[in-house]
């Protein structure tokens, strides 16, 4: 039979005890919408940003008839966009919860969805690998694959635009300086301008 002594059981107790009956100071400090609309604008913005200068890049050099060139083109967007949605992700993951349990569900939904395109993309950069650029034919189908996996990388950002944010969060958005400086260049892009 195991026998735990007597000091480690007291010693498993203190520490079992510590964390139950953890410090205030060791809590999660609640949010305000107003913060949270500030940090989660403030994280969008240059999410935002890399994403269109990876898309113009990929653009750019996606056009070539050098497949080296092109596949190297993909290379750089799945990696480009891949650091800009982690960074995104991960910022409103640090931003704290939300005192609104409907923002605390909207921005779960944002991290749920960012989460989701990351393994996309995770697929879309597997697939680029397997360019054969010696072969064209092979190059010709694998790409096909790509497109694919870019199509749904599309429609995932798309799907983030489509969540339903609660009204509180759209009063604070609109009070919110960062927001919206966001929101003007956001507007800007889609102008062309």
């Known amino acids: 039979m195991f026998r735990i002594s007597a000091r480690v059981f007291v ?5 079992s005890m510590t964390i139950a009956v953890a410090p205030a100071a060791w809590a999660a400090k609640p949010v305000s919408t107003a913060d ?3 940090s989660f604008c403030a994280g969008e913005g240059p999410f935002f940003a890399s994403i269109e200068q990876a898309t113009v890049a990929l653009q750019a050099d996606g056009n070539s008839t050098d497949a080296p060139a092109v596949r190297n083109a993909l290379h750089a967007f799945t990696d480009s966009a891949s650091a800009a949605t982690k960074t995104f992700r991960t910022s409103l993951s640090k931003v704290g919860i ?3 349990s409907a923002v605390q ?3 779960a939904q944002v991290i749920t969805k960012l989460k989701a395109i990351e393994q996309l993309l995770v697929t879309a950069k597997k697939d680029v690998g397997s360019l054969n650029v010696t072969d064209t034919n092979g190059f010709g189908i694998g790409l096909v694959n790509v497109q694919k996996d870019l199509v749904k990388v599309s429609n995932g950002y798309s799907s983030i635009g489509k969540i339903k944010y609660p009204a509180e969060l759209d009063r604070a958005v609109k009070n919110d300086p960062v927001c919206q400086e966001v929101l003007v260049d956001a507007a800007a892009r889609a102008s062309g301008g």
């Open 98 to 100: 939300a005192k609104s």
């Open 11 to 15: 010693l498993l107790l203190v520490c």
């Open 36 to 38: 949270y609309a500030t």
């Open 105 to 107: 569900r909207s921005i």
